[in-house]
């Protein structure tokens, strides 16, 4: 048994909101073909397990995992295709190398989300079909609804929840995979077309293609192969209620018992102290807040206080999603948690360029499937 796991190779393509001259098949090869280079491997030789994530509703395939062997040099190997959030599929090929059966793993995740032609649609699949799908009621009127209760809750306002948005557009002008980059005014945000109150048009991460791979290797392998290894210290994942009967409209549970989970396999007693910056899920600006509080970071009124104070600024006291987040690289559907795997590895590895954060040898990744989901999960990584 291995006790000790090591991302060893990273790679990815540029994240864009229209791909129309690629297919998910060329942008899985592209990233592919980086990570093992980064890595110094040959995926038909060295890999020993390979796992993909993916959706069936979302790729307009049944059995999607017929399709994803060839461009991962995975013909004929073992392989499996989970319908998880790409964290999760982290979590997956990180339990496979602690077994010892295996010594190196490759996890995938990509979005062609430019080719779903009823988005709202796929998402309604997801609601509980004898009491939420007949009220017609789509996910982004579900984060409304959460929105709201959250602000009520906290006592955080629309402007902190803005100023998210703000933070994050504004680190992704300086991140050459970002699709969503900008320079945005408290009124911009405000003024942008309302969604489902209090929920406005940029407090949502808008779709974007890519695909994303990483390499995992077991401790020997690690130090054998990579001269940056970044090691998962701890993991957690979970799965909560799927009805919106039965959760609580103010609390990200879902990520505060994943948290859990990570900080006890870390042994991270304060993570405030412990943490050097974090890449958490921004689907909606709110959540980005709400997500900080459930994994111990602070209550719910102190986020709004931090993004007021610029603590979470790519300079501030504790980076938050310098990377961008999903707010400004775009949202890659289950690939989000992959992609913020990446950023983290590259500010770890002292890679990030004009993002770099000054102090970072380890880092809280988190991610959160969507609405209407309470499937989250969240990893530590240090150097």
């Known amino acids: 048994m291995s006790d000790r796991i090591a991302i060893i190779g990273i790679g990815a393509t540029q994240f864009r909101s229209i791909s129309p001259d690629l297919s998910y098949k060329e942008l899985m090869f592209e990233a592919a073909v980086k990570a093992y280079e980064d890595a110094g491997i040959d995926p038909r030789k060295d890999v020993d397990t390979f796992v993909t994530c993916a959706?069936?509703?979302?790729?307009g395939t049944s059995i999607f995992d017929e399709y994803t062997p060839d461009q991962l040099g995975a013909a004929l190997r073992s392989m499996h295709t989970i319908t998880q959030e790409g964290l999760t599929g982290l979590a997956s090929v990180y339990l496979q190398l602690r077994t010892g059966e295996f010594e190196i793993g490759v996890v995938e995740a990509h979005s062609k989300a430019s080719?779903?032609?009823t988005p709202d649609g796929i998402a309604a699949c997801a609601l509980d079909p004898i009491y939420n799908r007949p009220l017609n009621i789509n996910h982004h009127a579900i984060a409304g609804l959460e929105m709201h209760?959250?602000?009520?809750?906290t006592g955080i306002t629309e402007d902190q929840c803005a100023k998210v948005v703000i933070k994050n557009r504004k680190n992704a002008l300086e991140n050459p995979f970002a699709a969503y980059g900008a320079s945005l005014t408290l009124k911009d945000v405000n003024q942008s077309e309302c969604v489902a109150c209090p929920c406005c048009e940029l407090h949502i991460a808008?779709?974007?293609d890519g695909a994303v791979v990483i390499v995992l290797a077991t401790e020997a392998k690690a130090k054998a192969l990579s001269k940056k290894p970044i090691w998962i210290k701890g993991i957690g994942w979970i799965n909560c209620t799927p009805t919106l009967e039965s959760r609580d409209w103010a609390k990200a549970t879902y990520c505060e018992k994943a948290a859990e989970m990570a900080y006890k396999m870390a042994g991270i007693k304060q993570p405030r102290k412990e943490i050097d910056f974090a890449e958490v899920d921004d689907t909606f600006s709110y959540k980005e807040l709400q997500h900080l509080a459930a994994m111990k970071l602070g209550c719910g009124c102190e986020m709004g206080k931090w993004i007021d104070n610029g603590v979470t600024e790519l300079n501030g006291e504790f980076p938050v999603n310098p990377s961008g987040g999903s707010l400004g690289l775009g949202h890659l559907l289950d690939a989000s948690g992959l992609v913020r795997v990446y950023m983290a590895v590259k500010q770890l590895r002292r890679?990030?360029?004009?993002?770099q954060v000054r102090k970072a040898n380890t880092a809280l990744v988190q991610a959160w499937r969507g609405l209407p989901t309470t499937s989250g999960a969240v990893a530590i990584l240090s150097n």
């Open 149 to 153: 209760r959250f602000m009520y809750e």
């Open 115 to 117: 080719n779903m032609l």
């Open 206 to 208: 808008q779709p974007a």
């Open 351 to 355: 890679e990030a360029g004009k993002l």
């Open 55 to 59: 959706e069936d509703y979302i790729e």
